[in-house]
Nanobody
């Protein structure tokens, strides 16, 4: 079994910062990409940013220059530093880990339970 747990959400004023963390644990052979998604009320879940095991990153246009993803492969952990937060960043943020359970196996997507980020104006 694999567990993915996010932490670090909360309430912040516009212009402020938050740092989210996501740790994957369990029977893991290898983690390929890890990423952050978000879902606002009444909207579909969207990709915010992701990072490969080699450190290549991808960002949604709406967060470029404000959010930074980083990763500690030894700890199976990914971080999201969010600066210059806006009210429209308010959402539940979910972490996804693309996990291989054994050598040569397919990659499975595991999701965390989500953490609420609320940005007040």
């Amino acid at each position: 079994q694999v567990q993915v747990v996010e932490s670090g959400g909360g309430l912040v004023q516009a212009g402020g910062s938050l740092r989210l963390s996501c740790a994957a644990s369990g029977s893991i052979f290898n983690i390929n990409a890890m990423g952050w998604y978000r879902q606002a009320p009444g909207k579909q879940r969207e990709l915010v940013t992701d990072i490969t095991s080699g450190g290549n990153t991808n960002y949604a246009d709406s967060v470029k220059g404000r959010f930074t993803i980083s990763r500690d492969n030894a700890k199976n952990t990914v971080y999201l530093q969010m600066n210059s937060l806006k009210p429209e960043d308010t959402a539940v943020y979910f972490c996804r880990a693309d996990v291989q359970l054994r050598p040569g196996s397919v990659t499975y997507h595991y999701w965390g339970q989500g953490t609420q980020v609320t940005v007040s104006s």
